[in-house]
């Protein structure tokens, strides 16, 4: 029990929530709009896509420490730490650390092998640029998540959004529907809203590090606006997934859930330290999970009903 605490802590599982509601919704749409649902191939896509999303963690752990980022946010005085603290505080060696992350990666491999020879080649390949997108995002040479001209904010889209939920959805039916797209972005944009607004903890530390997220690259004022606007985007998407089709009318109470975080913006100002963003993390986290749960329990609903 106690290593898998420690493992628990080393992968962050507590946010695996932001990458299993994209699955399960994928395939609720499935139940939905084509009467399909076959709770063993969700299962499998939950194991794959939750052992990549751990990987994806993990990888981002492991270069940040390599490219000491990690180091420099323990070190700034302001700046509060979002890593596992495993590397930087010595809890695992780094040996163990690359060990645990690359078998996640295995696990999802394996599941992605699986569900490719069940449902179609496309359910790999779904998972294959999910696991470029992790790895890349902070692996030389690309590191497009150092790179601050919004490359990782539409990376965060595509891994916690269109290609869970465009994925879970062709597991199920072999096939594409483009309500599965408009269905992945109101989850995907509160995802990417949560790894936007976790950069204000440290970003002065990203900054000395030469890590250029957009906060970095704007300055606090800038980037709290782009931040109102991401919650703007996702309620809008909401919208128009109700008008297309994609999700029941009462879907819209879902609209409910981003009150508390649009409320947190009010308390901030132009320039905060950084315990001032503690509670916009807080909300934002709280947004995506309450919102992603009301979509889910939406179309269990609609599937049940109609």
């Known amino acids: 029990m106690d290593a898998f605490k420690r493992f628990m802590k ?30 063993w191939l969700l299962l499998l896509t ?30 700034t005085a302001d700046a509060i ?13 780094m040996r163990t650390f690359a060990a645990v992350t690359w078998g996640l990666f295995a696990l999802a491999a394996v599941s992605g092998v699986a569900l490719a020879l069940l449902s179609g080649i496309w359910a790999f390949v ?33 891994a916690f959004g269109v290609l869970p939920v465009l994925g879970s959805y062709y597991v199920q039916t072999s096939t594409f529907d483009y309500r599965a797209i408009l269905l992945s972005l109101p989850i995907g944009l509160l995802t990417t809203l949560i790894l936007f607004n976790h950069h204000f903890l440290h970003w002065q530390a990203d900054r000395a590090a030469g890590k250029r997220t957009l906060v970095v690259v704007w300055g606090e004022r800038r980037a709290l606006q782009f931040s109102r606007f991401l919650l703007g985007l996702a ?65 269990i609903i609609q599937g049940l009903i109609q």
């Open 126 to 158: 779904f998972g294959a640029l999910g696991g470029l997108i992790a790895y890349f995002y902070v692996a030389p040479p690309i590191r497009f998540g150092y790179r601050g001209k919004g490359y990782s904010e539409i990376a965060i889209l595509l």
């Open 10 to 39: 080393a992968s962050r599982m507590r946010v695996i929530p932001v990458m299993l509601m994209p699955v399960a919704l994928g395939a609720l749409g499935a139940y939905v709009w084509d009467g399909v649902f076959d709770v």
């Open 46 to 75: 939950l194991v794959g896509s939750g052992a990549a999303h751990l990987f994806s963690n993990m990888i981002n752990d492991l270069w940040d420490y390599k490219n000491g980022t990690d180091e420099a946010a323990k070190n």
């Open 235 to 299: 309620a809008l998407s909401l919208v128009a997934a109700v008008i297309a089709g994609a999700l029941p009318v009462y879907a819209l109470v879902g609209l409910i859930t981003a009150i508390p975080l649009y409320l947190t913006y009010g308390r901030l100002q132009d320039q905060n330290n950084s315990r001032a963003y503690l509670p916009l993390m807080g909300a934002s986290v709280r947004a995506a999970n309450r919102c992603g749960s009301v979509l889910i329990l939406c179309l």
């Open 81 to 93: 730490g979002t890593n596992s603290g495993y590397l930087t505080n010595g809890v695992w060696s």
